[in-house]
């Protein structure tokens, strides 16, 4: 139980193009989502939380413009990197939790989609 | 603010028990989390501590003293696969449960 997917798994894309990816919880219902960045040799860090139904709310320093998410179900949030540029090439990685999922309220994470800008 | 530290790598041998701590400084504590991370993948969830004491789970046990802002995790008979990145990571109430990590362990296992 407690599995969450993300499509694509890698992407590579032209510098100014925008880039979508899903975030789905399989086999429970994901009131809150979570979307990180990772860099190479670096932890994770906290992008923005994702309310099913709601805005989501970004971290101090995340472009809310440029890092479109939207959460329409309790199983699928999506992130765009609206215009991106090569900076923007990173490990993206979704979590999702639920108390449903399990007592202790554990983030479950995607498997990451690794994003490359020319 | 929170500050979490955790040693930036350690190498151990097949077998042996190797021991990665975590110290924290948080306002709003809600648990502590242990994850490990191959290189390119996602973290996997291996443990969880909300209360002082040691939680057991297979070959890994993870350690809790809050009021030492302290943590460990264990792992036992180490085998070549648990070469990865193990990340401490700090619940916090007072953010909406977020999750902030620290910066990982590199645990290298050689034979």
């Known amino acids: 139980g407690a599995v969450v997917s993300q499509h694509p798994s890698w992407v590579i894309c032209k510098s100014g193009t925008s880039v979508k990816i899903e975030c789905r919880s399989l086999?429970?219902?994901?009131?809150?989502m979570f979307w990180y960045r990772q860099f190479p040799k670096q932890s994770l860090m906290l992008m923005a939380t994702?309310?099913?139904?709601?805005?989501?709310?970004?971290e101090q320093g995340v472009e809310k413009d440029k890092f479109l998410i939207n959460h329409a179900s309790l199983t699928l949030s999506t992130l765009t990197v609206t215009s991106a540029h090569p900076e923007d090439s990173s490990f993206y990685i979704c979590?999702?939790?639920?108390?449903?999922?399990?007592?202790?309220?554990?983030?479950?994470f995607g498997p990451g989609t690794r994003l490359t800008v020319l | 603010g929170q500050n979490i530290d955790q040693p930036t790598e350690m190498t151990a041998t097949e077998g042996a028990i190797v021991q990665i701590n975590c110290t924290y400084q948080t306002s709003g504590f809600n648990g502590l989390f242990w994850y490990q991370q191959h290189a390119g993948e996602a973290p996997t969830f291996l443990s969880y501590n909300v209360l002082d004491g040691l939680e057991e789970k297979g070959r890994f046990s993870s350690f809790l003293s809050r009021s030492k802002g302290y943590s460990y995790l264990l792992l036992k008979e180490l085998q070549m696969k648990d070469s990865a990145s193990y990340l401490c990571a700090v619940r916090q109430a007072a953010r909406g449960n977020k999750l902030v990590f620290g910066a990982g362990t590199i645990l290298r296992v050689k034979s």
């Open positions: 994702s309310n099913e139904g709601s805005k989501a709310t970004y």
């Open positions: 086999d429970f219902q994901a009131t809150t």
């Open positions: 979590s999702a939790n639920s108390a449903l999922a399990g007592a202790t309220d554990t983030q479950y």
